[in-house]
């Protein structure tokens, strides 16, 4: 650790785990409603525990995104964090709104509009943590007077993320007009804004991971977010072709989401290109796995999967069934959670000098179940999706009676992300097994690799 104020990052990495392990749960939940008769069905039926699952999903990926910055942003400006204070009481803020809306939802207190069902006082707190957050980084990058393009394209993905939740705020009498809105945050963080910051972090990891020269590297982040834009917001129009709009959204639709791969792909070359053109200068091979592992789980999670049923021709069977759930596990995992599991391996053995730099044995366990896991319950979500597609959209079976005959998968849905469970209880359990102590260290440029620090 350079910088003392990076300590703040552990503390929200801390939340984060503690909140992955909760979304587990209420995803077990979910599918174990798939199995059989329900004894929760009066107390915790699947709308709610859905909702719980996926909203804490959100929290906590945002909550590491805070805590990635709040730890690259004092060694990319080469300063002090402008407020520790502030970061504490923003946390503080975040999580207590998070807990208190993740209660609310149990007495049903939630505006129902899927992944944005957060109640209007939660989402105020929201857009108040997301100010406080980002003036504390702007006013720490205003002191230091140094900005570097891996954090530009990071904060300006933060700060896109917070102006893209404001049409979620709004509420709107019409079905099409509520849904036609609803996608400018959901699919434009996700397919856009929220890639800039898994981009901005996966370039600082693979600078200092790889020994990478920053200018080559920042070249090409350039053209990925490029890319990214060039398909992802026309691409919105994926979410609308049965939405009741007129029908020019379908070939604009099917043809910019179409395109969306190429960034998804460019950035998977851009991490194996890194590693292979300057080695590996750095110990933190668990970090590496994490980091080329989320290129790549991408690539197969949002791009093949995601262009498997972006086509008006294809999406008009798919929509809304269990091939949505497929990729939305896959993309998700790959983008958003393995580029967080990221930094916290890269940063975490800094914060506790106990950790082997390397990373644990454990940690390369955690690694390979989750990975494993993710893929089995991505293949058991295609396998039932798949079927119920033919049984109730093409054949007309009833959605009851095609969910009888696909239960089958369901098992398979538990025994894989049984084994991604443990993972995850691995990787939390190596989290906090060895005590933070946040020495600052004072030897030059501690974190890089000899040879590369000129250019870092
Ligand atoms: C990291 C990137 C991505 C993430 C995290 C992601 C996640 C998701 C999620 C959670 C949903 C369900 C949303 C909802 O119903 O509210 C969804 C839907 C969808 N995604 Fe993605 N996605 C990503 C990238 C992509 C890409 C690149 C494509 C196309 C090439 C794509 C195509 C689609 C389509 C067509 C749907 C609508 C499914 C339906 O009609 O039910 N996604 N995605
Ligand atoms: C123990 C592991 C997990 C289990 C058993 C599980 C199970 C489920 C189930 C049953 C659903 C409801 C699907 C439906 O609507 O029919 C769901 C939804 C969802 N889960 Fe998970 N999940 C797990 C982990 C995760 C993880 C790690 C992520 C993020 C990477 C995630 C992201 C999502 C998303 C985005 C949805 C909403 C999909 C949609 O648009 O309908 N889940 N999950
Ligand atoms: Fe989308």
């Excluded at 969306?260 to 080695?279: C, D, F, K, N, T």
Aim: charged content about 10%.
């Amino acid at each position: 650790m350079r910088y003392k104020s990076q300590s703040v990052a552990y503390w929200y990495f801390a939340v984060a785990m503690a909140l992955f392990g909760l979304q587990l749960v209420f995803g077990l939940l979910s599918a174990a409603k798939y199995l059989g008769p329900d004894p929760l069905i009066n107390v915790l039926p699947f709308d709610v525990t859905k909702v719980m699952h996926t909203n804490l999903l959100i929290v906590w990926v945002l909550t590491g995104f805070m805590g990635g910055t709040y730890w690259l942003v004092p060694e990319e400006s080469r300063t002090e964090l402008h407020s520790v204070k502030l970061a504490y009481v923003q946390l503080l803020l975040w999580s207590l709104m998070g807990i208190a809306t993740i209660i609310g939802y149990f007495f049903r207190y939630g505006t129902g509009n899927k992944l944005l069902e957060q109640p209007l006082p939660s989402k105020l707190v929201i857009v108040i943590v997301m100010l406080m957050f980002l003036y504390n980084i702007g006013m720490t990058i205003r002191r230091a007077g140094r900005l570097t393009t891996t954090e530009g394209v990071l904060l300006g993905g933060l700060a896109l993320a917070a102006i893209l939740y404001v049409p979620a705020l709004l509420h709107y009498q019409n079905y099409t007009v509520a849904i036609f809105y609803r996608w400018w945050t959901i699919h434009l963080w996700v397919e856009g804004v929220w890639e800039m910051i898994q981009g901005g972090l996966m370039a600082y990891l693979l600078i200092r991971l790889s020994g990478a020269d920053r200018e080559v590297m920042e070249k090409w982040l350039y053209i990925i977010v490029g890319l990214v834009f060039l398909a992802g917001i026309l691409g919105t129009a994926h979410h609308y072709y049965w939405i009741g709009v007129p029908s020019y959204w379908l070939p604009i639709g099917g043809m910019f989401s179409a395109l969306e791969p190429l960034a998804l792909v460019g950035m998977a070359i851009y991490a194996y290109s890194a590693i292979r053109r300057s080695g590996l200068a750095h110990p933190n091979g668990l970090a590496l796995h994490w980091t080329v592992g989320s290129a790549v789980f991408t690539m197969f999670g949002a791009g093949l999967l995601g262009v498997a049923h972006t086509l008006p021709s294809v999406n008009k069977w798919t929509h809304g069934t269990l091939i949505t759930a497929m990729h939305g596990h896959a993309a998700f995992y790959g983008a958003y959670v393995m580029i967080v599991l990221a930094m916290i391996s890269y940063a975490l053995p800094a914060m506790c000098p106990e950790r082997s730099e390397k990373g644990t044995a454990l940690g390369y366990w955690a690694f390979w179940l989750q990975v494993g896991g993710m893929f089995g319950m991505t293949l058991a979500f295609a396998t039932a999706g798949i079927g119920q597609v033919y049984l109730e959209r093409i054949m007309g079976m009833g959605y009851l009676d095609a969910q009888l005959k696909i239960q089958i998968h369901f098992v398979m849905l538990t025994a894989t992300a049984s084994l991604f469970t443990i993972g995850v209880g691995l990787f939390i359990y190596d989290f906090f097994r060895y005590a933070p102590k946040f020495a600052v260290r004072t030897d030059a440029q501690p974190d890089l690799p000899l040879g590369v620090a000129a250019n870092n």
